[in-house]
T-cell receptor, first 114, second 111 residues
Framework: DTAVSQTPKYLVTQMGNDKSIKCEQN?????MYWYKQDSKKFLKIMFS???????INETVPNRFSPKSPDKAHLNLHINSLELGDSAVYFC?????????????FGSGTRLTVV | DAKTTQPPSMDCAEGRAANLPCNHS???????VYWYRQIHSQGPQYIIH???NNETNEMASLIITEDRKSSTLILPHATLRDTAVYYC????????????FGTGTRLQVTL
């Protein structure tokens, strides 16, 4: 059983398109995150949600809109895709209360904008 | 969050212990030391964490100095599969906490 699963694993799309990446965790964690890893391999946090509430928004362009329908899901919708959005996007989850606070990451979604 | 300093790269022979250092001289009293690794392009993997006591689990040991300004991650018997980028991160707990990744140490395990 995959703890944090992301779909799709690969996504190739043209500039200007709108796309979504889905993330689900079956760990019962109350907090979920989106990270972006660019071509230089630098991992940066984008958003975090705790029990469906936005907690962290790290100066991400408003073309990126996270949505958390429930605490087990955090989806990322991207409007008007640009070349610079090409990266690997990782979803993660953690238990903010009562847990060891270690994050569990998904296997990533490689987004290529052409 | 406090920042950490790690060497950019290290080599280790297979079967030997890999000792990865980390400096975190500005760590606050409520911040934990976490270690993660990223193998190739996979998602980062949690290894271990500690506050002030030394910790050991099935993957590694974490040695934290008494002043908490530095720590060492020890992989007791490195294998080729341990080749990865290792990140040392200090982080406080709470719903607004976030892992801030630096550049890490690229560990190359060789035959």
């Amino acid at each position: 059983d995959t703890a944090v699963s992301q779909t799709p694993k690969y996504l190739v799309t043209q500039m200007g398109n709108d796309k979504s990446i889905k993330c689900e965790q079956n760990l019962g964690h109350d907090t979920m995150y989106w990270y972006k890893q660019d071509s230089k391999k630098f991992l940066k946090i984008m958003f975090s949600y705790n029990n469906k509430e936005l907690i962290i928004n790290e100066t991400v362009p408003n073309r990126f809109s996270p949505k958390s329908p429930d605490k087990a899901h955090l989806n990322l919708h991207i409007n008007s895709l640009e070349l610079g959005d090409s990266a690997v996007y990782f979803c993660a989850s953690s238990q903010a209360r009562g847990g060891h606070y270690g994050y569990t990451f998904g296997s990533g979604t490689r987004l290529t904008v052409v | 969050d406090a920042k950490t300093t790690q060497p950019p790269s290290m080599d280790c022979a297979e079967g030997r212990a890999a000792n990865l250092p980390c400096n975190h001289s500005t760590i606050s009293g409520n911040e934990y030391v976490y270690w993660y690794r990223q193998i190739h392009s996979q998602g980062p993997q949690y290894i271990i964490h500690g506050l002030k006591n030394n910790e050991t689990n099935e993957m590694a040991s974490l040695i934290i100095t008494e002043d908490r300004k530095s720590s060492t991650l020890i992989l007791p018997h490195a294998t080729l599969r341990d080749t990865a980028v290792y990140y040392c991160i200090v982080n406080s707990r709470g719903t607004a906490s976030k892992l801030t990744f630096g550049t890490g140490t690229r560990l190359q395990v060789t035959l």
